[in-house]
């Protein structure tokens, strides 16, 4: 245990702590019409918890992970100085293509399906991981959201798939203290990929499939909102490739909920989904799980800022105009 938690979780602490100085001159995210943060914040710390989960993969012989690397290469990369969309966009898709194709429960799926429905599944699957990669960077837009989302998620992933996930959940805190609000550092697209991607390689590479689809309904908090958000826009005729500040957790920082309060309602409710699901029976998982989404329903109806308001307030914003050549 010491060498799994206390080891990653003390050097991620330290590594952060001496290295803050060096992210603030190299990496600054500076605040536009997107960020819920008004100073501009050293970014990319999500290079600190994925080297400790690397090094660690490698100590436990969890080679898995290591076909995130180009991915984690190119988010990397972008952290520092712009990407195409295209090229992070192509990067994802050919990683996700492999690491499903190679993945135990795909080939568990192709001997158990006809040839046309095992390829329809391969399809569906690699579009999720790419949703998922892309929603996780989507949602990490408040101080400790995602960060503190995933060390719940991860710590159920250690649980029930493999200690080797560990270290992750260890070197996850400790960002965490410094990610939390106010943060002092954010986690980038280095971190967000990082973490979206492996979750869904866990799943993926675990063959036990009714633990897979627990892990995954217990993430709902956090892809729901993206996903919701996504459908409104297209609704509304919105262009849903534009960068936004659309999703509930951003409107209801709009609405005047702390950093601190919209992390915490989407952290707890992440773990109250993942304790009933694998403690509990499934009609009290149920209730739970209709009692979440009763909270996020009637948060979104009497507190956060409408979303036609918000999408006014959004495309009268002059950045935004310039940005997206509305004039």
């Known amino acids: 245990m010491i060498n799994l938690f206390i080891i990653p979780l003390l050097c991620s602490l330290i590594i952060i702590g001496l290295t803050l100085p060096c992210f603030r001159k190299l990496v600054i995210d500076t605040p536009d019409f997107r960020s819920s943060h008004k100073i501009p914040t050293p970014t990319a710390g999500g290079l600190v918890f994925t080297t400790i989960s690397y090094l660690y993969f490698y100590i436990n012989d969890t080679f898995y992970p290591f076909y995130l690397l180009p991915i984690i290469a190119i988010s990397l990369i972008d952290d520092y100085r712009k990407v195409s969309s295209l090229a992070r966009f192509s990067t994802q898709l050919i990683i996700a293509s492999i690491v499903v194709h190679q993945s135990p429960l795909y080939k568990i799926i192709l001997s158990l399906s006809p040839i046309y429905i095992a390829y329809l599944i391969y399809l569906f699957i690699v579009l999720l991981f790419l949703t998922i990669i892309n929603?996780?960077?989507?949602?990490?837009?408040?101080?400790?959201?995602?960060?503190?989302?995933?060390?719940?998620?991860?710590?159920?992933?250690?649980?029930?798939?493999?200690?080797?996930?560990?270290?992750?959940?260890?070197?996850l805190i400790g960002f965490f203290i410094f990610n939390k609000s106010p943060s002092k550092i954010f986690m980038g697209d280095i971190g967000s990929t990082f973490l979206g991607g492996l979750y869904i390689t866990s799943l993926l590479y675990n063959a036990n499939l009714i633990i897979s689809l627990k892990l995954l309904i217990i993430s709902a908090p956090l892809l729901l909102d993206p996903f919701v958000t996504l459908i409104r826009r297209f609704i509304a005729n919105q262009p849903i490739f534009k960068p936004h500040k659309l999703h509930l957790y951003q409107r209801l920082h709009q609405a005047g909920f702390s950093h601190s309060k919209v992390a915490s309602i989407y952290i707890i409710s992440i773990l109250l989904l993942a304790l009933s699901i694998f403690t509990l029976q499934l009609h009290q998982f149920i209730i739970i799980s209709l009692l979440v989404l009763l909270l996020f329903l009637f948060l979104e109806k009497f507190y956060a800022t409408p979303f036609t308001i918000a999408s006014s307030n959004l495309y009268k914003s002059n950045e935004f105009r310039k940005q997206n050549s509305y004039d």
């Open 135 to 171: 929603y996780v960077n989507f949602m990490d837009g408040l101080d400790g959201l995602v960060s503190g989302s995933f060390i719940i998620i991860f710590l159920f992933i250690s649980i029930f798939i493999s200690t080797s996930f560990t270290p992750v959940v260890a070197s």
